[in-house]
């Protein structure tokens, strides 16, 4: 990270992860592509779950983060007790996480859908799945926490595995249990569920199976386990940031929702269809956004401005490449896509423009990515914090209820393409800003 050249060191250290979270991306699309041909009603209820399936994933992947981070650090000092109580622990924070999901998914998923005005059969159907995915949703949370002990011990390639494992398993278990396959049952939306939590089953017993037998830098044992308050408080000083981060998409998807359905299910659906296809696209850049982190903290730490000017350059550069790229499928396969879920004309008619509207921030989003990476990098991830809050809930839920009453439903889209106008013109400002502060001192003490 010090010597060789910033476009060939991004893209080799940003690849593993753009792969893996690309992967992880394709668990809510597998199950919506099949869910569609049960009906539209069945799509929407899958898109009204994903904010609670998305905050899962942000508690457990910000527990996750403060338990690599902290885990690799002990690691390098050597301290080999150290590195197998933060792994204990964070073992023990999933299970906590298990139980907070389990509850919801047994008693609160109807309180849920009816919060969001959901009735018939969206309701039904959502219940049905949510509740499925929530009981057994300790495949999802274990298999976060124990991959992110492979990473963190350089096992990137095993992580990997169990990811991918999951993932397929998924993809073959879908249209099995949905339509009831090879003398299986035909299960409807409870397959979906299910395809997906043994999915999830599936890649927790990899990730489990790899790091009893091939991780040598942690050892497991249950014998004499208390949960550590200190070491639980050194793990959510470093995760909490980045589950604040990620729950803020989960209450942005929430809002949106909330305010989509007093138009139509039909426009919840077509949403809930655009996620999962901007996901495809933005996974990639936020893979790049990990490693442009990684780079510029270290030339940072060096003092080398100039290499942390071309991380950011190069970051940038690939980043709207992805994104501008991303924007040109959008744009040209609309149709494509949405045919793909087996959409209605009204459907078509809803999603195509929405899809064709948003997409249209794309670049803007590029540049917020990798500068959100170059705070962290420069040690201010409160502007990361900001930047978001200001992007998906701040500035873009009052502008789209503000744009649902105000004019035709056609264009409250541009709700979002403003929203990251505005947020991308105040993170270049709090860049600026950092960059001043953290370059200028050490320029003017030089000889």
């Not at 949960?227 to 604040?244: M, N, Q, T």
């Not at 003092?303 to 000017?309: A, C, D, L, M, S």
């Not at 499928?329 to 999603?351: H, M, N, T, Y």
């Amino acid at each position: 990270m010090a010597a060789e050249p910033i476009p060939g060191l991004l893209l080799t250290m940003s690849l593993p992860l753009m792969f893996s979270m690309v992967t992880e991306a394709l668990y809510n699309v597998v199950d919506s592509l099949f869910i569609s041909r049960i009906s539209e009603g069945a799509i929407t209820a899958l898109s009204l779950a994903f904010p609670i399936q998305l905050l899962v994933v942000s508690i457990t992947v910000g527990t996750g983060v403060g338990v690599g981070a902290l885990l690799s650090r002990l690691l390098g000092e050597g301290d080999g007790e150290g590195v197998n109580a933060v792994a204990a622990n964070g073992i023990f924070l999933a299970l906590l996480t298990y139980a907070l999901f389990l509850i919801f998914g047994l008693f609160f998923t109807e309180s849920y859908y009816a919060s969001q005005g959901a009735e018939g059969e969206i309701f039904r159907y959502g219940v049905d799945y949510l509740s499925i995915c929530m009981v057994w949703s300790f495949g999802g949370v274990g298999q976060i926490i124990f991959q992110r002990l492979l990473q963190s011990t350089g096992r990137t390639a095993l992580s990997m595995l169990s990811q991918l494992t999951g993932a397929l398993a998924n993809i073959v278990l879908d249209p099995i249990l949905i339509f009831g396959l090879c003398g299986a049952p035909a299960m409807g939306v409870k397959g979906a569920a299910a395809a997906t939590v043994i999915g999830q089953i599936a890649a927790l017993a990899l990730a489990i199976f790899f790091n009893l037998r091939l991780n040598g830098d942690i050892s497991f044992s249950v014998r004499g386990f208390r949960p550590r308050l200190g070491i639980i408080k050194r793990i959510y000083a470093i995760g909490a940031h980045a589950i604040v981060m990620q729950s803020l998409n989960s209450l942005m998807a929430f809002g949106v929702n909330f305010i989509l359905i007093g138009f139509s299910s039909t426009a919840v659906a077509a949403f809930g269809i655009y996620i999962k296809v901007q996901n495809f696209v933005f996974m990639p850049a936020f893979g790049l956004n990990n490693a442009v982190v990684a780079i510029a903290a270290f030339n940072y730490g060096a003092r080398n401005e100039g290499r942390v000017r071309q991380t950011m350059k190069w970051g940038m550069i690939y980043a709207g490449a992805i994104m501008a790229a991303g924007m040109l499928l959008v744009q040209l396969l609309a149709l494509p896509i949405l045919r793909l879920f087996d959409a209605s004309p009204e459907l078509l008619s809803i999603g195509s423009r929405a899809m064709r509207v948003i997409s249209g921030g794309y670049i803007f989003v590029a540049y917020m990515i990798i500068a959100q990476g170059v705070y962290q990098a420069l040690g201010n991830g409160l502007y990361s914090l900001v930047v978001t809050l200001l992007r998906v809930v701040v500035v873009l839920l009052p502008l789209l209820w503000g744009f649902s009453l105000l004019f035709p439903f056609k264009e409250i889209w541009w709700a979002f393409v403003i929203s990251e106008i505005i947020s991308a013109l105040v993170s270049a400002l709090l860049l600026r800003r950092l960059w001043a502060q953290r370059f200028a001192p050490a320029r003017a003490d030089m000889p």
